[in-house]
C-alpha cells in the first residue's frame, strides 16, 4: 500500500508522542513514541524483513498458502509466530504478516520510550501510559471516521488490527468495510481479522462473522462493519470522535 492511502493515520490519538516514518520495501510503517526513532525502527525492520524473506526463499509455500503452516522449531521468530496466529485463526500464515511485523518493531522499541504506538498497514501495536483512542476508518460506510476505540493502558501491550474487503490491497474473501480485533498479541488480531472478515458479505453475515471470533482464543473485542449496520463482541469501549 503507498503511502498517500493511509488516511487513517491521521486518526490514531498521538498527542504528545513525536512521528517517525520508516519504510523499508513493502513495510511502510509509522511509529509514535516519546522521541523520534527512526533508526532503531528501521534497523530492527530491516533484520525481520530479511529473516522473513530468507526464510520464504527457501520454502515459498510459507507465503503461498492460505491453510495454517507448521514450521521447523529453528525458523525465525517471526515465522513462528505468524505461523502461530495463523493455526489459532485457521488462515494462511501471511494473513498475519503486517500485525507480526509491528508486534516485532513495537516489542524492541519499548526500551526507548515508555509509550510506542507501531502502524503497519492498518495494523497497530499499542503500548501507553495514557488514554489513547484509534479512529475507524471503514471506507464509505458512514461510520468511518466518526467512532474510535478507546484504548487503557493497562490493557496494553496490545494489538489492534483491522481488515476490509472495501479497502486497502490485502487479500480477503469476504466484503466487510471494517473488522477490527484487539488482542494481547498483534500477531493474533491480524489473523483474526482476516479470519472473520473472509466470511462478512453483507449485513446479515456481521452475526456469523461475530461467531467466528467466539471461536477464536485469546481475542479482547471484535467490531465489524458493513455498510450502515454494525456489530461488536467482548470488551470493546466504543465512543464517538
Known sequence: MKTQDFKYRKLISGKGLVRSAVIEKESDILILAEKALTEPAHEILKKVRKELEAYIEKSPK?????????????????????????????????????????????????????????????????????????????????FSEKIAIEISPQDTPLGVCTSAGTVGHSISFGTADAVLVTAKSCALADAAATAIGN?????????????????????HGVLIIKNDKMGAWGTLKIVSI
Open 62 to 142: 510459507f507465503a503461498k498458502t492460505f491453510k495454517p503452516y507448521t514450521p521447523s522449531m529453528l525458523a525465525p521468530k517471526i515465522v513462528r509466530l505468524m505461523s502461530w496466529a495463523a493455526r489459532k485463526a485457521n488462515v494462511g500464515p501471511m494473513a498475519a504478516v503486517a500485525g507480526a511485523i509491528a508486534e516485532s518493531v513495537g516489542k524492541k522499541l519499548v526500551k526507548y520510550s515508555k509509550e510506542v504506538i507501531v502502524e503497519n498497514g492498518g495494523d497497530i501495536f499499542v503500548k501507553i501510559t495514557r488514554p489513547r483512542h484509534i479512529g475507524v476508518y471503514a471506507g464509505k460506510s458512514p
Open 199 to 219: 466470511v462478512v458479505k453483507d449485513e446479515d453475515t456481521i452475526e456469523e462473522g461475530l461467531n467466528v471470533a467466539k471461536k477464536i482464543k485469546g481475542l
